[in-house]
């Protein structure tokens, strides 16, 4: 069952999206030889010390500061330039992107900045690396997420749903990068153990029998549907999204609003501090969608007449 990208053929299996990032980071130190590397404004990678370092929120990072990799350039992501310039002149091994911002606010990338930075990054030396774990196996409509942009990275990491709820995480690479790490450099205990790998190979099945079709298109639906019923109200800056990753982006803080929702029965996320995350199961049904959308509504309404 082939479903990673062409060129990623070599995998490093873990526990967690956070043990994903730290082998990457590995391997792209190792393969080139390198120190330094770019990460975005608002991105996040996961706590543990390694991808805390390449995790933009001062929030996570203030207690362990001077625990971080040193050499982490952040850039705000969709500025091109800024990224170049690094390449250019900075001893850069890798640049990590999520495709789509999750925890910093489901941020789509403009049409040619993933492209522009996968030739740049290769013109220069350094490599590629695609954060999917939280945008990947179909939750945009694609397997990948990098895929509506026509590129490939040279490392993706892989995690959250892979598993099924059981803890999985997988690094992907081109062979001549992967291979670099030597036995034991990098290593999991129960990596790769076979409760996670039968659990992600039935993960996979189900996706490739219609559910990322399904996700995408009623993630088309969702959206249209937010928009009609929410984007004129006076509480609401936008809506914005691909697939089943949503956001609405609010004019007021986030907080009362989210938990009147949860208290009305609709579970969201949030990021910052106005922006409310929508992240629905692949199986949603459009009945479904309307009740979220009356309840999103509801809460709306209420918060106006209290302010």
């Given at each position: 069952m082939t479903v990673t990208p062409s060129g990623l053929n070599m995998a490093y299996l873990s526990n967690s999206g956070a043990e994903a990032i730290e082998a990457a980071i590995k391997i792209a130190v190792k393969s080139t030889g390198r120190k330094k590397i770019v990460s975005m404004e608002k991105a996040y990678h996961g706590k543990t010390l390694g991808a805390l370092s390449i995790t933009h929120s001062?929030?996570?990072?203030?207690?362990f500061e001077s625990m971080l990799i040193p050499g982490v350039e952040f850039v705000r992501f969709g500025d091109y330039d800024s990224i170049l310039a690094l390449l250019k002149k900075e001893d850069i091994a890798a640049?990590?992107?999520?495709?789509i911002q999750g925890e910093g606010g489901i941020n789509l990338p403009d049409p040619e900045f993933l492209s522009?930075?996968?030739?740049?990054?290769?013109?220069?030396?350094?490599?590629?690396?695609?954060?999917?774990?939280?945008s990947g196996l179909g939750r945009t409509g694609k397997m990948w997420a990098h895929e509506h942009w026509g590129i490939a990275p040279d490392i993706m990491t892989i995690g959250k749903g892979i598993g099924g709820g059981i803890p999985m995480g997988v690094t992907v690479g081109k062979r001549e990068f992967v291979e670099t790490l030597e036995i034991g450099e990098q290593s999991s205990t129960?990596?790769?153990n076979p409760l996670s790998c039968a659990a992600g190979e039935v993960v996979l099945r189900e996706l490739k029998n219609g559910?990322?079709?399904q996700a995408g298109e009623m993630g088309k639906y969702m959206l249209q549907?937010?928009?009609?019923e929410t984007d004129s109200h006076r509480l609401v800056s936008e809506s914005r999204g691909i697939?089943?990753?949503?956001?609405l982006e609010l004019k007021v803080r986030f907080v009362p609003l989210l938990m009147d929702m949860i208290d009305r029965g609709l579970i969201n996320l949030y990021s910052g501090i106005n922006t409310i995350r929508m992240l629905p199961p692949y199986t949603v049904s459009r009945e479904e969608v309307e009740k979220a959308l009356d309840i999103m509504k509801a809460s709306l309404d209420h918060r106006l007449k209290m302010q």
């Open positions: 001062p929030k996570y990072r203030k207690s640049v990590f992107i999520e495709p522009s930075v996968r030739e740049a990054a290769s013109g220069y030396g350094s490599l590629l690396v695609m954060d999917e774990i939280q129960t990596g790769g559910m990322v079709r549907r937010i928009r009609e697939g089943m990753m949503l956001a």
